[in-house]
């Protein structure tokens, strides 16, 4: 079993800048490549960046490229997301994933490609 606890989430104006972190825990917390993904109220989940266990690939959804990082301290067992131009329509619940592999994009932008996930944090864009 893996947990993860994401944190780092506000409530920032249009064009500022949060950085979200996720840490990992558990038995088997080593491996996993790692995601992010977003809801907004009353939309589905969407992905929104990834990255492999070493921490040499990684893919973003085309609304956020650009504009977000991911990164990771395996020794830390967290990863990040560098969030910069944050607009309105970027407010949403963030959540980190893991997944026991990394494939190509169109397998990483499936949220059933993720095993384990966190509870969310709450990014608030204001206009």
């Known amino acids: 079993q893996v947990q993860l606890v994401e944190s780092g989430g506000g409530l920032v104006r249009t064009g500022g800048s949060l950085r979200l972190s996720c840490v990992t825990s558990?038995?088997?917390?080593?491996?996993?490549?790692m995601g992010w993904f977003r809801q907004a109220p009353g939309e589905v989940r969407e992905f929104v960046a990834v990255?492999?266990?070493?921490?040499?690939?990684?893919y973003f959804a085309d609304s956020v490229a650009g504009r977000f990082t991911i990164s990771r301290d395996n020794a830390k067992n967290t990863v990040y997301l560098q969030m910069n131009g944050l607009k309105p329509e970027d407010t949403a619940v963030y959540y980190c994933a893991a997944a026991s592999g990394f494939y190509y994009y169109d397998t990483m932008r499936l949220s059933g490609s993720y095993t384990y996930w966190g509870q969310g944090t709450q990014v608030t864009v204001s206009s």
């Open positions: 558990g038995r088997t917390s080593s491996g996993y490549a």
């Open positions: 990255i492999s266990w070493e921490g040499r690939s990684s």
